[in-house]
């Protein structure tokens, strides 16, 4: 059963008509949903038909369906992927058992805060994101920010289900704080720290989207192995939206580096002032932005050591990225794994135990990702025949969480003095020219076809339409 009812008010794949306390108490969560989107979604978008894909079947394949709709109108339900009654437990202290179609009270607590703390991020995405559409670089780009934000909306829902369906009063109390919190907000901000940074242009928003968005891809890959079967399904799910975010991001940065290598070829500089003048953005300026949003994202994953990591890991919770395909014993006791610390000025590993490092591991996942995506951005530099390497900066650089937030790094890392610091910390990070300048070239262009002078045109439309298709009607 993989095809998705559209007939009911949510559309779902979870039998919502079977259960009516359920399917209450999320009809009376949905318009405050949409006053929420109201509120604080895409600004001035309410009226605009925008070529949207959604969800019709939650296959591999061809789940997709595209058309223009009225963001307001989008689809949004709940869709787990498809289940596996014989599937057993991976991973921890309770392999070998039957994975729980629900919450055993023992691990309520921690399970509440891992959905509620994933369910945070996506509302606070769209609200991050809220006013690019009034600068877009072209109509195409207009539309994959929507296309990602309505996507985000969908995640809150998938979410919130969890809680209203598994968690009873406190999960709907829950639900209804994750449309209370706001990003950014001093009294009531949202959970975690990247998500409460303003994203306030689009190079932000192609930087979030490669580098933030695929954050969620680790730790949804992470909740996609739990014991508790629904989060598994449900996270797995939501993943194949996910790429779509991080192809955004990449691709975005991609046409940003190939128009500004286009212009250094043209001009034959990389003199900054005069690639400023001629409109693009500087790579020395994509650097810095690559800097500060790495360093951000893999604080997202917290601690080096953490006891919550192990107990998460070990009661089943939340496994490794792809744990089925470790060769390990997947309990993990008695193993050990390398996190940094400072000592006497330096940077050192040091054993721990493994399963307090697990934050660690997914953290060292990721950079692994990461690092091969801005490897493609260098080939679009080399290909252009400019000898410049853009480098994501050193894990312990620039760092707030964890045992290497108390000191500061080099983007190569070497441990600097504070003065050393502030002498150079306006090479590593964007300035306050920096974003200045970013800000001065963001304009609203979206004429079918026409791009922004700073970043080049995708290579193909969403779903082969060609480049000046009308993706985003205004009315
Ligand atoms: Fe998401
Ligand atoms: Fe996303």
Known sequence: MSGINYSEKIPNNVNLSDDRTLQRALEQWQPNFINWW????????????????????????????????????????????????????????????????????????????????????????????????????????????????????????????????????????????????????????????????????????????????RDGKYQLCALAESAFDPLARTTKFMLTEEAHHMFVGESGISRIISRTAQKMNELKTDDVGKLRAAGVIDLPTIQRYINFHFSVTIDLFGSDESSNAAIFYSS??????????????????????????????????????????????????????????????????????????LKVPHKAFHRNIGALSGIKVSPDGRVLSEAEWQARVNEWLPTGDDRAYVASLMGRVVEPGKFANWIAPPVMGINRQPADFDYVRFN
């Open 316 to 389: 089943g919770l939340k496994g490794r990225y792809e744990e089925g395909k470790r060769l390990d014993d997947h309990v993990l006791k008695g193993q050990t794994y390398k996190v940094l610390e400072s000592r006497g000025g330096q940077l050192v590993d040091k054993e721990v135990p493994m399963l307090n490092a697990l934050n660690e591991v997914l953290r060292d996942d990721y950079i692994k990702d990461s690092v091969a995506g801005v490897e493609r951005w260098n080939r679009v530099l080399d290909k252009a025949g400019i000898p410049v390497k």
């Open 38 to 213: 109201d509120d604080v979604g895409p600004e001035g978008s309410t009226d605009m038909d925008v070529y949207l894909r959604t969800a019709v079947s939650v296959d591999p394949q061809g789940w997709a369906q595209f058309g223009h709709v009225k963001m307001r109108d989008y689809r949004w339900g709940i869709f787990l992927n498809p289940g596996d009654a014989e599937r057993t437990i991976h991973f921890g202290d309770h392999k070998g058992e039957k994975a729980w179609q629900d919450v055993p009270g023992e691990h309520r607590a921690n399970l509440r805060r891992i959905i509620v703390t994933q369910g945070d991020t996506e509302p606070a995405s769209v609200e991050q994101q809220r006013h690019l559409g009034l600068t877009a670089p072209s109509m195409y780009d207009l539309r994959n920010l929507f296309q990602i934000n309505v996507e985000e909306g969908r995640h809150l829902w998938a979410m919130v289900y969890l809680l209203h369906k598994h968690f009873g009063r406190d999960g709907r109390e829950e639900a209804d704080a994750l449309l209370e919190r706001r990003s950014g907000d001093q009294n009531n901000p949202r959970i975690l720290g990247a998500f409460n940074e303003a994203t306030p242009d689009w190079l932000s928003f192609f930087m979030f989207t490669y580098f933030t968005d």
